[in-house]
């Protein structure tokens, strides 16, 4: 039981560095996206991150001091397919990226954070034997799949016509 409030505690503590970082970077790609489409689109997901941090510290702190996983009533738990990448064309994602793609690499940096965010969650939940924690960890990761399909449809529109993000 110590041994895996432990390990759960580390996973907490990883995952706070992650989602702090990935708000960080969605601030900065914010301030330097030329389209309004596309700041806002940043904004929203370095709110979400920021929500995300202050939802896996209140679950660390909980865990800390009681040794166990508590209850949020709003950690809805997704379902979600794990045997199923989240991230299938990586390949042609990476040969499409060029050195004057602007906006499109800050969508491609962001679907690597998901993506590592998501793993780390998908990992969590899977190991995780309290019913509660693990439904946080899904919880967690289907919030990461939401971002990653934003971005997603950003890149897309962003490959197809590199000006704008009007879609």
Request: charge should be negative.
């Amino acid at each position: 039981m110590i041994e895996e409030v432990a390990k759960a505690l580390a996973i907490l503590e990883q995952a706070m560095q992650i989602e702090q970082e990935g708000r960080e970077f969605y601030l900065k790609a914010a301030e330097t996206t030329q389209d309004e489409k596309g700041k806002q689109t940043f904004r929203t997901l370095a709110q979400d991150e920021q929500s995300h941090f202050r939802l896996i510290r209140s679950q660390r702190d909980a865990l800390a001091r009681e040794s166990k996983w508590v209850f949020f009533p709003e950690v809805k738990v997704p379902r979600v397919d794990w045997n199923k990448p989240l991230f299938p064309a990586r390949e042609a994602l990476e040969k499409a990226i060029s050195p004057k793609s602007g906006d499109k690499d800050a969508v491609l940096f962001g679907l690597g954070i998901e993506s590592k965010s998501w793993e780390l969650y998908r990992q969590a939940a899977q190991e995780t034997g309290d019913p509660l924690g693990k439904g946080m960890f899904e919880f967690l990761a289907g919030q990461e799949k939401s971002h990653f399909e934003t971005l997603m449809m950003r890149y897309d529109f962003l490959s197809q016509q590199p000006i704008a993000w009007n879609a």
